[in-house]
T-cell receptor, first 115, second 111 residues
Framework: AQSVTQLDSQVPVFEEAPVELRCNYS??????LFWYVQYPNQGLQLLLK????STLVESINGFEAEFNKSQTSFHLRKPSVHISDTAEYFC?????????????WGLGTSLAVNP | EPEVTQTPSHQVTQMGQEVILRCVPI?????FYWYRQILGQKVEFLVS????????KSEIFDDQFSVERPDGSNFTLKIRSTKLEDSAMYFC?????????FGPGTRLTVT
């Protein structure tokens, strides 16, 4: 069965420091990979995605993630975080489900950016 | 920019009561989903829906749950007889091709 592991449940970091949120997945077939962000008291927003092609994908707010097939990882990075990046970050993998697809989720990583 | 909407934002109900959670997916999307997130836990897949039928459902999605697309715009999740453990945030999502777009969620509190 497919699964997603986010190795860190909480990541505290100071403003302007770099951060890496780790994500590993298990799947025997090709997958689409996603990072979603959930700001306090809000819904889930797509941050970035890997479908195919370049293994490095970027978001508009400075985050990037690298798909590593040999290590089955899709870690999320940002070279310099802001207070406003404080949120819950979820890694998810899209897998086939009948004639449809579904998302399998990691447990989430709570990023707390401190001044 | 089109978005998925959900109503109500918060629903409080008594154990044993029926609730209907409503979602309006993005208009040109054909694939629909319900997920739930119990406080402090991971997001869990409940059900996927395509071409007016369920594509897949999880073990959580037992006989107490049902989904319906009653018209061309709404997508509903019904819980027939709510239990305390149904208290959670329920997210609706829709998909055109690859990524799923989520609504803001409905917080269901069962007392």
């Amino acid at each position: 069965a497919q699964s997603v592991t986010q190795l860190d449940s909480q990541v505290p970091v100071f403003e302007e420091a770099p951060v890496e949120l780790r994500c590993n997945y298990s799947s025997s077939v090709s997958v689409y990979l996603f990072w979603y962000v959930q700001y306090p008291n809000q819904g889930l927003q797509l941050l970035l995605k890997y479908l195919s092609g370049s293994t490095l994908v970027e978001s508009i707010n400075g985050f990037e993630a690298e798909f590593n097939k040999s290590q089955t990882s899709f870690h999320l990075r940002k070279p310099s975080v802001h207070i406003s990046d404080t949120a819950e970050y979820f890694c998810a993998v899209s897998v086939y489900a009948g004639n449809n697809r579904k998302l399998i989720w990691g447990l989430g990583t709570s990023l707390a950016v401190n001044p | 920019e089109p978005e998925v909407t959900q109503t109500p934002s918060h629903q409080v109900t008594q154990m044993g009561q029926e609730v209907i959670l409503r979602c309006v997916p993005i208009s040109n999307h054909l694939y629909f989903y319900w997920y739930r997130q119990i406080l402090g836990q991971k997001v869990e897949f409940l059900v996927s829906f395509y071409n007016n039928e369920i594509s897949e459902k999880s073990e959580i999605f037992d006989d107490q749950f049902s989904v319906e697309r009653p018209d061309g715009s709404n997508f509903t999740l019904k819980i027939r007889s709510t239990k305390l453990e149904d208290s959670a945030m329920y997210f609706c999502a829709s998909r055109e091709i690859y990524e799923q777009y989520f609504g803001p969620g409905t917080r269901l509190t069962v007392t």
